[in-house]
DNA sequence: TCTGGGGTCCTAGGACCC
DNA sequence: TCTGGGGTCCTAGGACCC
């Protein structure tokens, strides 16, 4: 049996645990730029703010029901999902986490005679622990677990757990949930399965095989068998090495002077750098991408993209930078208003099996005490208070973030104070 | 004023090779 | 009627996830 443990809107119970007044009141926390609500309170859910709402258009009802907005602040975030993962990762000897509020553990092979129990465990243990509400699905494949787990949030609030174990636990469910809620059916293919008389879960699993592999290919086949109660989607225990590294932005602002996009995508690469070190891992390609704002028809829309070969395999700061920006000179056109860039680094390998060519002529050893130093002091004094005079002083691109809660269990300065 | 960011996997089609 | 066949590699695009 596969247990999925799910926080309840993550960022939202983030921001309540160091406020306990806003329990019971609605709460939302927006993505990077203050742009779209993607964490919602049940309490902002009720009074109708939807997921991925863009928060100007929200503003009246944020008035009138006085829902507290926080912008999203991901250190937080990050530091309490360690810790829940730390807490449910004691409940069984095998756990894969699967994002930052997700985790599927294995219960293969350990004597459990009644998982409810094991699951209200896993739930109350978090609560007092950590001070996350989380819910808890049990089911014989991952999918199944993760419908099991929506179904306990949906129809068993006070619980919050749910075991699916018998054929009749599995019809259950699959009728309950409609098609577009199985993980794995994206809005795309419920559209195309609706539209042939396909609504639920359980109607999905009546589909014959060949329409399925057809239409949905492989990964649409492996959810039917993962439905019908076969496991088919393998364990990663271990994270595998990431394939590629993205930093990319929205600006506060639309930018149109190309010292600016200069500085803003050396920060990116530099990001990607960091990246890369905290992986321990260099990479030997490097993409840049820069675009207009594709929601003002009143401007001329660009886009355009490049990807370089870096000729040896590298995780310095000031050597991805250098790449970046030759990228940059090259795509970069005046006379637009550019609203967002990022930086791609890809094609990455271990440190330690980089390949030196002949013809290099950097002192890799030299510049990698730098970085290493570089990464010290950041990491006591705050990101970037060293950095490459590339990435310029000012930040006119810096995204907003006007709501911003406290690192309150990173940093010293930041403590919550409590008077007695 | 204002619409996120960071990933994965699969498939089809073109280039190229013998 | 019909224009070789089979393989690999790369890329773009589309689907999905949180």
């Given at each position: 049996m596969i247990a999925l443990v799910d926080c309840n809107n993550f960022y939202a119970s983030c921001e309540r645990v160091f406020q306990p007044k806003l329990e019971g009141k609605p709460v939302i926390v927006l993505s990077n730029n203050d742009g779209c609500a993607i964490a919602i309170s049940d309490e902002a859910k009720a009074v109708g703010i939807k997921m991925g709402a863009p928060a100007f258009m929200m503003e009246d009802i944020i008035k009138q029901h006085k829902v507290n907005v926080f912008s999203s602040n991901y250190v937080l975030y990050g530091d309490l999902s360690k810790r829940v993962m730390d807490t449910v990762g004691t409940f069984a000897s095998r756990m894969e986490i699967?994002?930052?509020?997700?985790?599927?553990?294995?219960?293969?092979?350990?004597?459990?005679?009644?998982?409810?129990?094991?699951?209200?465990?896993?739930?109350?243990?978090?609560?007092?622990?950590?001070?996350?509400?989380?819910?808890?699905?049990?089911?014989?494949?991952?999918?199944?677990a993760k419908l099991a787990n929506r179904f306990a949030k949906k129809t068993k609030k006070q619980i919050g757990v749910h075991v699916v174990k018998t054929e009749d636990d599995i019809k259950e469910?699959?009728?309950?949930?409609?098609?577009?809620?199985?993980?794995?059916?994206?809005?795309?293919?419920?559209?195309?399965?609706?539209?042939?008389?396909?609504?639920?879960?359980?109607?999905?699993?009546?589909?014959?095989?060949?329409?399925?592999?057809?239409?949905?290919?492989?990964?649409?086949?492996?959810?039917?068998?993962e439905l019908r109660g076969t496991p088919c989607i393998e364990w990663e225990f271990m994270p595998p090495r990431k394939k590629g590294i993205c930093t990319s932005r929205s600006f506060g602002k639309l930018i149109n002077d190309k010292k600016t996009v200069e500085e803003a995508v050396s920060s990116f690469?530099?990001?990607?750098?960091?990246?890369?070190?905290?992986?321990?891992?260099?990479?030997?390609?490097?993409?840049?991408?820069?675009?207009?704002?594709?929601?003002?028809?009143?401007?001329?829309?660009?886009?355009?993209?490049?990807?370089?070969?870096?000729?040896?395999?590298?995780?310095?700061?000031?050597?991805?930078?250098?790449?970046?920006?030759?990228?940059?000179?090259?795509?970069?056109?005046?006379?637009?208003?550019?609203?967002?860039?990022?930086?791609?680094?890809?094609?990455?390998?271990?440190?330690?099996?980089?390949q030196v060519g002949i013809f290099d002529d950097i002192n890799r050893t030299k510049n990698s005490m730098v970085m290493k130093t570089l990464d010290k002091i950041n990491n006591i004094y705050g990101k970037d208070m060293v950095r490459i005079a590339a990435q310029g002083y000012e930040k006119k691109f810096r995204m907003r973030a006007q709501m911003l809660s406290q690192c309150y269990t990173t940093r010293f300065d930041q403590l919550l104070t409590i008077k007695i």
């Open positions: 699967y994002s930052i509020d997700e985790t599927f553990l294995d219960f293969d092979g350990m004597e459990l005679h009644d998982l409810t129990k094991v699951g209200t465990a896993i739930k109350k243990t978090v609560k007092q622990n950590v001070g996350i509400p989380v819910s808890v699905g049990i089911a014989p494949s991952k999918t199944l469910i699959l009728k309950f949930a409609e098609v577009k809620d199985v993980w794995g059916i994206g809005a795309q293919h419920a559209k195309r399965l609706n539209d042939i008389g396909v609504k639920t879960a359980y109607e999905f699993t009546q589909l014959p095989d060949e329409w399925v592999r057809k239409n949905m290919s492989v990964v649409g086949l492996r959810t039917l068998k690469a530099a990001n990607c750098a960091l990246k890369l070190r905290k992986d321990n891992s260099c990479a030997s390609s490097i993409q840049v991408f820069i675009n207009t704002n594709q929601f003002r028809p009143q401007d001329k829309q660009y886009y355009r993209s490049i990807k370089m070969q870096i000729p040896v395999a590298t995780n310095s700061t000031s050597e991805i930078i250098h790449y970046a920006l030759k990228g940059l000179n090259i795509i970069y056109t005046e006379g637009y208003n550019f609203m967002k860039a990022g930086v791609v680094v890809t094609e990455i390998v271990p440190h330690q099996n980089v």
